[in-house]
């Protein structure tokens, strides 16, 4: 659990679950699993059990401790929808969050179908609180069924993470999508992406008026080859008005 973090699209990050297994091809080089492992077995560290899941109850309030506004990415080192990841623990990681209603908490998940029957159940004939977005990750256009999933979701802000984006998403339908993250791999194996399967995505947001955020080319280190996208940095955000509650494209 971090104040701080270097992930370009969020400003602290919160992992009351740490730990996952792989679903998909996205998660064939993961970053927090790398990391996570080079500590297994070190006593009394929080990684002494490498990347195997565990929940973290004694951070599930960390949140409210943080008296200053923040974005907040939760269980960047997990995934917070993982079969594993009981639905009573789930419950109060939102009753956490909708209590510290003065943060952001943008929850990305690659169990998009789990995510969606919880939420739904928790907010039936409603909407997600305006300060819990709800993210999925998508790798490339054989998994844009987790994109339904969101369109399916009682959310009030929906995003996509189309990171690591390895082969080309095509078309997409984007309805009710409010945000879009594309980044490239990062690591000793990381894949190649292609500049056009960037500029698909974009074009596709600003055909539809939605943010689009290019976080970085990826490389043995992220930030080995940048953040720009023909000749510009790409940093736009989801605006949730605070009287009217519409959702609007945030100045970069």
């Keep these: 659990m971090a104040g701080t973090t270097a992930i370009e699209w969020t400003d602290a990050t919160w992992n009351p679950v740490t730990g996952c297994t792989k679903i998909s091809a996205g998660c064939d080089n993961c970053y927090a699993e790398r990391f996570s492992e080079r500590f297994r077995g070190t006593p009394d560290h929080p990684f002494e059990h490498g990347f195997d899941l565990m929940l973290r109850p004694e951070r599930l309030l960390a949140p409210l401790s943080w008296k200053s506004p923040k974005m907040i990415f939760v269980n960047s080192m997990s995934d917070l929808f993982h079969k594993e990841v009981p639905f009573p623990f789930v419950d109060r990681v939102f009753d956490t969050m909708e209590k510290a209603n003065w943060h952001t908490f ?74 879009v993250i594309v980044g490239g791999e990062s690591g000793p194996r990381a894949r190649p992406m292609d500049p056009d399967w960037v500029r698909e995505v974009r074009d596709q947001c600003s055909e539809a008026g939605i943010a689009f955020f290019f976080k970085q080319w990826g490389g043995i280190r992220p930030k080995s080859g940048g953040r720009t996208l023909d000749g510009e940095e790409w940093s736009q955000l989801p605006y949730v008005s605070p009287i009217l509650g519409g959702v609007s494209v945030a100045a970069e």
């Design 106 to 179: 943008q929850i990305l998940t690659k169990r998009s179908s789990r995510m969606r029957d919880y939420v739904n159940r928790r907010y039936s004939g409603d909407a997600a609180p305006s300060h819990i977005w709800l993210g999925t990750s998508v790798e490339d256009g054989s998994r844009k069924s987790r994109i339904r999933h969101m369109q399916q979701m009682n959310a009030s802000i929906r995003f996509l993470s189309v990171e690591p984006l390895i082969g080309p998403m095509g078309r997409m339908d984007l309805d009710g999508i409010d945000w």
